[in-house]
């Protein structure tokens, strides 16, 4: 498993671990959407990331969720505490 899929790995539990503490979110979000992780600052990363879903979903509407984290240790997995914001953009 490459550094970039490892994130979106974790990216994914933390939106999984969002929608468990709001489910309500599950209604603002269209069935039809690819949800694309991102992280704020992370240009690299998110770049990667809108790619594979450009080439996983070329023919849906890709939907954003962007998360904002306060300062990682190196190599540590970002867990719900260390998440300071987070939200949907349209891609």
Known sequence: ???YERKNTQLIA???ELTRRRPDLLGEIPSSVALVMQIDGDEE???WA???????SPDR??????????QLPPKKAPAWEDVQAWE???A
Not at 50 to 55: I, K, L, Q, S
Not at 61 to 70: G, I, S
């Open 1 to 3: 498993m490459t550094t």
């Open 14 to 16: 933390l939106f999984d």
């Open 45 to 47: 990363f998110n770049r």
């Open 50 to 56: 809108r790619e594979v879903a450009e080439h996983n």
């Open 61 to 70: 509407p890709k939907l954003l969720v962007v998360f904002r984290f306060a």
């Open 88 to 90: 949907l953009q349209p």
